[in-house]
C-alpha cells in the first residue's frame, strides 16, 4: 500500500513542499515506486491510499489543527484534481486499487481497504509513503488492529522533520510491525515461491 503518494502531497508542487522534499531527498519516494514495480513483476497486489476532499469541504473533519491549516494551504487535494493522481515516478498498473478517502487521518479507518484485501485474501500488508508523523503510524496501527500483519520498509516512508521518521520507526512501528528494507522486500518477492500473491 502506498500512502498518500500523490502529486499534491510529495510531487513538485506541494502542497506541503517540506514533507514532499523529505520524500525526495531521503529516497523514499523512489524506493516506493522499485516496490510499486516489484509488486507488479510479482503478481503482488498494490493499493494506493489517496486523501483529498471535496470543493466544499462536505464531510471533512474539523476537529483538529492539522485539518484546518490543511484548509488553508495553496495547493489543494480536491477530487478530481492533479493533486490527488499518483506522483511519478510510481507507476499505477491496471490492476492496481486506488482507494480515496474524504475524511479522517487513516488510509484505512473508514474507507474501503479493509474488505477490499479480506476479498483479496490479504493477511499481510506493506505500508510505504508519507507521512512517518501521521498517516503511517495510523495505518500500521489500524492494519494490527484488523488482524493484518503489517511490514515498514524503513526506507520507503518519509517525515518531517527527517530524523523524526527513524525515531518514531526504532520507537513506535518496530513494536508493532517487521521492519525491513525496500531490497529486502523486492528479494522476498523475487524469491522460491514468488508468483501471484496480496
Known sequence: MTVECQQGVVGPDSALP?????????????RVARLVAGAH??????????????????GANRN??????????????????AAVRIAAPIEVAGEDLVVRR???????????????????????????GVSANVAIPNAV??????????????????????????A???????????VTTTDALLDCWRGPGAGART
Do not use: K, W
Open 18 to 30: 517540506e514533507l514532499a522534499e523529505a520524500a525526495v531527498c531521503s529516497g523514499a519516494l523512489h
Open 168 to 178: 518514531m520507526i526504532r520507537n513506535t512501528l518496530a513494536l508493532v510491525a517487521t
Open 64 to 81: 483538529a489543527r492539522l485539518f484546518r491549516a490543511a484548509g488553508r494551504l495553496p495547493v489543494q487535494q480536491h477530487t478530481g484534481t
Open 141 to 166: 496501527f489500524d492494519a494490527v488492529n484488523l488482524g493484518y500483519t503489517a511490514v515498514v520498509p524503513a526506507d520507503a516512508i518519509a517525515g518531517v522533520p527527517a530524523d523524526y521518521t527513524p
Open 41 to 58: 513483476e510479482a503478481g503482488v497486489q498494490v493499493l494506493h491510499a489517496v486523501a483529498e476532499r471535496r470543493p466544499d469541504g462536505r
Open 102 to 128: 474524504l475524511h479522517g487521518l487513516s488510509p484505512i479507518a473508514g474507507t474501503d481497504v479493509d474488505a477490499l484485501l479480506r476479498n483479496l485474501g490479504c493477511r499481510t500488508l506493506v505500508v510505504t
